[in-house]
C-alpha cells in the first residue's frame, strides 16, 4: 500500500448543547478529517484537537500545519505503508500525538478495508459492545445540574461523569450523590486543582465515587502520588498520560489507580493498545475517553474499549448526545450500550451529502515528491 492522495478537510458542526468544562465553552465541533486514498483502497482519520489549546498544548491549526507539512511526507515515502510503520516513520516529529493519530487511524482504516478485518479485531477486542457512560459539564446551577443529570439517567447511561472546578465541586456533587444514590458517578477535574486543595477534594470520599479524574497538573504526576495517599477515591490519570512509559512511571509512583486512555492524546490506537497492555500488566483499569468525536472517532474509540482490559464504562456516546446529524449513520445507544462495528476497518464512512453541508475548507495532496 503507497499514499497517492490525502484531502484535508475542516468541518463545522454545531454541537445539541453547549458543553462547558473549566477549559472553556465549546459551542461548536470545528473537525479536521482526513481522507487517504492508496491503490489498494481508501481511509479515514479525525483529528481530535479543539480549536485552541487547553486540554494539552495542540490545536487544530497547528494539527493541520503539522500533518501537511512533516507527517505527510514522512508516511508518503513508504512504499509498503502499513498502522505500525506509518507511526514508527511519524516517530521522528517530537510531539503533536492528535496529528499522529489523525494519520495513523485513516492509515490504518485504509489497511484494514484491503485486509478485511475489523478495527476491533486488529486491536485485539473481545467485546461486542461497550457500557457508555456520559460525561456532564459544568452547570449555570445546581437545579439545572440535576435536571440534565436525570435525563441521562432516564436515557440508561450506565455512569455518570462531572466535571469539577474550584467553586463547583463539593455541592454538585453532593447534590447529584444524593438525588441519584445508586448511580455510578465520578468526577473530572481536567487539572484545574493543586496540591493545596488535597483536603478540599478529600471531601469528595464523602460521595461514593468511582474515581476522581486528573485533579492536578498534567507535569505534575509526583504530587497525585502524594494527592492518593490522603484520599479513599481512586485517583485516574488522563492528560498525564501522554504514552505507555509514561504509565509505567505514572504507576510505579503510585500517582494513579486508573487510567483514561484516549488514543488522540498518545499519538495514535497502537499507543493506545500498549498503554491498555501495560495498565493490564499491573492490575489498572482503564477506560476509554472522548473528545466530542463524530462517529468516525467513536467508532474507532468502540473498537478500542472492545480491548478487555478497558472494564469501566466508556465517554463514547450516541450521536444524539451531541448532533443533530452526525456525519456517519447515527452510532445509537441501546440499554446503556453501543455495539462495536464488525464491518472492515472502521465500519463506517462519512455521508458525503453531510460532510459537504459542514465543510469549510477543503485542501487535497497528491504531490509528495
Ligand atoms: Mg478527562
Known amino acids: 500500500m503507497k499514499l497517492e492522495r490525502v484531502e484535508l478537510r475542516r468541518i463545522d458542526i454545531p454541537l445539541r448543547t453547549p458543553f462547558r468544562t473549566s477549559l472553556g465553552l465549546e459551542l461548536r465541533r470545528d473537525i479536521l478529517l482526513m481522507r487517504i486514498d492508496t491503490a489498494d483502497g481508501h481511509g479515514w482519520g479525525e483529528c481530535v484537537a479543539l480549536p485552541e489549546p487547553g486540554y494539552s498544548e495542540e490545536y487544530l491549526d497547528g494539527s493541520a500545519a503539522v500533518i501537511q507539512r512533516f507527517l ?28 499522529k493519530a489523525t494519520v495513523e487511524m ?76 445508586d448511580v455510578v458517578l465520578q468526577v473530572d477535574a481536567n ?79 497502537l499507543e493506545a493498545r500498549r498503554i491498555h497492555d501495560v495498565c493490564a500488566t499491573h492490575s489498572i483499569p482503564v477506560w476509554c475517553g472522548g473528545m466530542l468525536e463524530t462517529g468516525l472517532g467513536q467508532a474507532a474509540n468502540l473498537a ?19 448532533f443533530d446529524t452526525d456525519i456517519t449513520a447515527p452510532i445509537t445507544m441501546r440499554d446503556g450500550r453501543i455495539a462495536v462495528p464488525e464491518l472492515p476497518g472502521l465500519g463506517l464512512e462519512p455521508v458525503p451529502e453531510i460532510v459537504a453541508r459542514y465543510t469549510t475548507d477543503v485542501v487535497t495532496l497528491s504531490d509528495f515528491g
Not at 464523602?206 to 498534567?218: I, K, R, Y
Open 72 to 99: 505527510l511526507p514522512a508516511v508518503a515515502a513508504l512504499d509498503d505503508l502499513t498502522p505500525a510503520r506509518a507511526a514508527a516513520a511519524m516517530a521522528a516529529v517530537p510531539g503533536h500525538p492528535m496529528a
Open 106 to 181: 485513516a492509515v490504518t482504516d485504509a489497511w484494514l478495508r484491503h485486509h478485511r478485518a475489523s478495527y476491533a479485531d486488529y486491536l485485539g477486542g473481545v467485546r461486542d459492545a461497550v457500557d457508555c457512560g456520559v460525561s456532564v459539564g459544568i452547570a449555570d446551577t445546581v437545579g439545572q445540574l440535576l435536571d440534565e443529570v436525570e435525563g441521562y439517567v432516564a436515557d440508561g447511561y450506565r455512569r455518570v461523569k462531572l466535571k469539577i472546578e474550584p467553586g463547583w465541586d463539593l455541592e454538585p456533587v453532593r447534590a447529584v450523590r444524593e438525588r441519584f444514590p
Open 191 to 269: 487539572a484545574a486543582y493543586t496540591l493545596s486543595d488535597a483536603r478540599r477534594l478529600a471531601q469528595l470520599d464523602d460521595f461514593d465515587l468511582a474515581m476522581l479524574e486528573q485533579p492536578l497538573s498534567s507535569s505534575d504526576v509526583r504530587d497525585h502520588a502524594t494527592l492518593a495517599r490522603g484520599l479513599r477515591t481512586p485517583i485516574c490519570l488522563d492528560e498525564s498520560i501522554t504514552s505507555a512509559r509514561s504509565a509505567v512511571d505514572a504507576i510505579a509512583l503510585g500517582a494513579c489507580a486508573i487510567v483514561n486512555i484516549k488514543a488522540g492524546r498518545v499519538g495514535g490506537y
Open 304 to 322: 478500542l474499549a472492545a480491548l478487555p482490559g478497558f472494564t469501566l464504562p466508556a465517554d463514547i456516546a450516541p450521536s444524539l448526545r451531541y
